[in-house]
């Protein structure tokens, strides 16, 4: 799962937004191995941003995941907090760093963790959770919901996002973790 989010506003961040997430899924299908496709990505978006006067950089929240193993990792740069909601325990991961196209080198943080049967795995952008690190609303929501339909849960949050008054583009993807014995 991918969310990526284009720094600044209008066109530009929309367009930069959806090519760095069409070059970068398309270069992990071919095979190209993350850490290196994120470094293709910048420096694409570094020549953008040599080109002129326009921001060209994105953040990236990637979520990875082996269905052999169930081990997961994010893999984020600039992007929000994601949480794993398992049970009734909610889990905060959070990345650092800043978005991808701002320096000459990827300030992406790698966290891994392994999933169980059940889980439900939340990504936002910050038009969700409104550049707070600790979005208290969207918590309350997850510990509140019974909803485990990945489809209405993202409906959900994106509805509470627009109710709070966020203005920001608002991405949401929620993965539900189903572990085949």
């Known amino acids: 799962a991918l969310i990526n989010d284009g720094m600044g506003s209008g066109k530009e ?19 190209v191995e993350i850490e290196k496709a994120l470094r ?4 694409f978006l570094l020549l953008g941003r040599n080109g002129g006067e326009a921001e ?12 052999l193993t169930g081990c997961a990792f994010f893999l984020k740069s600039g992007a ?9 325990n909610i889990f905060k991961l959070s990345g650092a760093g ?16 392994e999933t169980r ?4 795995i939340v990504q936002v952008s910050d038009g969700v959770t409104g550049e707070e690190d600790e979005c208290l609303w969207l918590l309350n929501y997850l510990n509140s919901t019974e909803e485990s339909e990945p489809e209405v849960m993202a409906e959900h949050i994106k ?17 539900k973790i189903h572990q085949k014995i």
């Open 13 to 31: 961040a929309a367009l930069t937004a959806n090519v760095s997430t069409q070059m970068l899924q398309k270069l992990l299908c071919v095979g």
């Open 40 to 43: 293709i990505l910048n420096g």
């Open 56 to 67: 060209s950089s994105t953040t990236v929240d990637l979520l990875c995941l082996d269905k």
């Open 80 to 88: 929000p907090p994601s949480y794993v909601k398992r049970g009734t």
């Open 98 to 113: 800043l978005p991808v196209g701002i320096l000459a080198a990827v300030d992406a943080k790698q966290t891994v963790f």
């Open 117 to 120: 049967d059940g889980d439900i």
């Open 159 to 175: 509805e509470a996002a627009i109710a709070n008054g966020n203005r920001d583009d608002i991405s949401v993807a929620v993965t």
